[in-house]
């Protein structure tokens, strides 16, 4: 042993529980065991080939060197334009920084705005990052329960129930992982209208708004009235373009509090990788084609995953509208003993699954709700159904 402690920021820090079942999942498979996996946090597709190509030149030009700490000015560009065609919001290069990868955006975001002792409003279900990310800036993460019979969407009446005194900002996340709910632009309004009279910023994750379904808008709250210079837009090229190995994330939002995020960025990370940029521009500009291909390819799978789910005993789900994930509602299963096993909770579940049924979802206690569990789509259509029926099998028994 030995007489080095840990920092206490890091001493409490939660693992991601997304990864830590995924790692369980691929030891297994590593140990030559069929098991399908449905825990997957990106999609299943090559990067489109015309962007890998665009890397390559990057690099046979000699693009391998440092770039602005904020990300190359061709880029920007590419993302000012994409903002403006899939938002309608104009920003200027000054207010807009490239990270490495959303997931670094955010965390540049959530630093350069919680004071230690601020309130942070976090819609349940959450993404797993956005507590552990708040506590690390010294934030206090305050819960907010969406009422059941909004199917999942946010609306002001929640975050009126959950504001504090000591509140000062919301994240919000928008489709959401995990449950793939698309906020309305009525709902959308509502909240804007509670930021304005708390006096809050909100930081919009948008990592999913090019993979909606059904014909819902995906719209950016910084749109509304009054709210760009309150928000933070997030986005990247991970989910929409199949490049989660890439790590190009984005920020736009007013120029002084991207500044503050360019200056912990130049004293962390520096730029991302010069190659991935140039990869991230060609996506942008490129043509968008296999995103909608994409897309369809989700979609199909969502209504087929979704019919699935509806018709197996103690399961119930709404329909996403957004994203690849089924947030399901497992709670008609809890007190059930499933191969001798009892079943308490969705962590519970989930192991039956996987060492019984060799098939793997992430269970909800990680997002914040235990009866739940998290599917992903984002694997070929015969998987899925493979995966569908060793979970139905296992409870028809
Ligand atoms: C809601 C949400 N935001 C952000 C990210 C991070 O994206 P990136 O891979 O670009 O860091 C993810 C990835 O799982 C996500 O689900």
Redesign the pocket.
């Not at 509670?194 to 948008?206: N, R, V």
């Given at each position: 042993m030995t007489d080095i402690a840990l920092a206490q920021r890091v001493a409490s820090l939660a693992p991601s529980p997304t990864m830590t079942l995924d790692a369980k999942t691929k030891a297994l498979i590593g140990q030559g065991l069929d098991i399908v996996n449905l825990t997957a946090?990106e999609p299943d597709f090559d990067t489109p080939e015309f962007i890998r190509q665009a890397a390559e030149e990057a690099m046979n030009r000699g693009e391998t060197r440092y770039t602005p700490v904020g990300g190359t000015a061709r880029l920007k560009k590419a993302v000012i334009e994409r903002l403006k065609t899939d938002t309608g919001l104009s920003y200027g290069a000054e207010e807009v920084l490239v990270s490495a990868?959303?997931?670094?955006s955010?965390y540049n975001a959530v630093l350069a705005l919680t004071n230690p002792g601020d309130g942070v409003l976090l819609p349940v279900p959450y993404?797993v990052?956005y507590p552990e990310q708040i506590r690390l800036a010294g934030g206090e993460v305050q819960l907010v329960t969406i009422a059941a019979e909004h199917r999942g969407e946010l609306t002001a009446e929640d975050l009126e129930r959950a504001v504090r005194p000591n509140t000062r900002g919301l994240i919000l996340?928008s489709p959401s992982?995990p449950s793939g709910a698309v906020v309305g632009r009525a709902h959308l309004e509502s909240i804007a209208q509670f930021a304005l009279q708390h006096h809050l910023w909100i930081i919009s994750?948008e990592?999913?708004s090019r993979l909606i379904y059904d014909g819902v808008e995906a719209l950016s709250i910084a749109a509304l009235p009054d709210m760009r210079d309150r928000t933070l837009v997030i986005n990247?090229v991970?989910?929409a373009y199949a490049m989660?190995g890439w790590?190009i994330?984005y920020t736009a939002g007013p120029q002084a509090i991207i500044a503050a995020m360019a200056n912990l960025q130049s004293q962390s990370t520096s730029n991302p990788s010069s190659i991935s940029q140039a990869a991230a521009q060609a996506a942008l500009e490129g043509p968008q084609e296999p995103v909608e291909e994409m897309r369809r390819e989700f979609d199909r799978r969502r209504r087929y995953a979704v019919s699935r789910v509806q018709s197996m005993p103690g399961l119930t789900v709404n329909e996403p509208k957004g994203a690849f994930y089924l947030w399901v509602n497992a709670a008609g299963v809890m007190g059930r003993t499933i191969r001798g096993r009892n079943v308490t909770n969705a962590d519970d579940l989930a192991l039956v699954w996987l060492e019984e049924g060799r098939v793997s979802v992430v269970p909800g206690s990680g997002f914040g709700v235990d009866d739940h569990f998290r599917l992903s789509y984002a694997t070929s259509m015969d998987r899925l159904a493979e995966g569908l029926d060793r979970m139905e099998q296992l409870l028809e028994e």
């Amino acid at each position: 042993m030995t007489d080095i402690a840990l920092a206490q920021r890091v001493a409490s820090l939660a693992p991601s529980p997304t990864m830590t079942l995924d790692a369980k999942t691929k030891a297994l498979i590593g140990q030559g065991l069929d098991i399908v996996n449905l825990t997957a946090g990106e999609p299943d597709f090559d990067t489109p080939e015309f962007i890998r190509q665009a890397a390559e030149e990057a690099m046979n030009r000699g693009e391998t060197r440092y770039t602005p700490v904020g990300g190359t000015a061709r880029l920007k560009k590419a993302v000012i334009e994409r903002l403006k065609t899939d938002t309608g919001l104009s920003y200027g290069a000054e207010e807009v920084l490239v990270s490495a990868g959303a997931k670094h955006s955010l965390y540049n975001a959530v630093l350069a705005l919680t004071n230690p002792g601020d309130g942070v409003l976090l819609p349940v279900p959450y993404w797993v990052t956005y507590p552990e990310q708040i506590r690390l800036a010294g934030g206090e993460v305050q819960l907010v329960t969406i009422a059941a019979e909004h199917r999942g969407e946010l609306t002001a009446e929640d975050l009126e129930r959950a504001v504090r005194p000591n509140t000062r900002g919301l994240i919000l996340n928008s489709p959401s992982n995990p449950s793939g709910a698309v906020v309305g632009r009525a709902h959308l309004e509502s909240i804007a209208q509670f930021a304005l009279q708390h006096h809050l910023w909100i930081i919009s994750d948008e990592i999913y708004s090019r993979l909606i379904y059904d014909g819902v808008e995906a719209l950016s709250i910084a749109a509304l009235p009054d709210m760009r210079d309150r928000t933070l837009v997030i986005n990247g090229v991970s989910k929409a373009y199949a490049m989660t190995g890439w790590r190009i994330g984005y920020t736009a939002g007013p120029q002084a509090i991207i500044a503050a995020m360019a200056n912990l960025q130049s004293q962390s990370t520096s730029n991302p990788s010069s190659i991935s940029q140039a990869a991230a521009q060609a996506a942008l500009e490129g043509p968008q084609e296999p995103v909608e291909e994409m897309r369809r390819e989700f979609d199909r799978r969502r209504r087929y995953a979704v019919s699935r789910v509806q018709s197996m005993p103690g399961l119930t789900v709404n329909e996403p509208k957004g994203a690849f994930y089924l947030w399901v509602n497992a709670a008609g299963v809890m007190g059930r003993t499933i191969r001798g096993r009892n079943v308490t909770n969705a962590d519970d579940l989930a192991l039956v699954w996987l060492e019984e049924g060799r098939v793997s979802v992430v269970p909800g206690s990680g997002f914040g709700v235990d009866d739940h569990f998290r599917l992903s789509y984002a694997t070929s259509m015969d998987r899925l159904a493979e995966g569908l029926d060793r979970m139905e099998q296992l409870l028809e028994e």
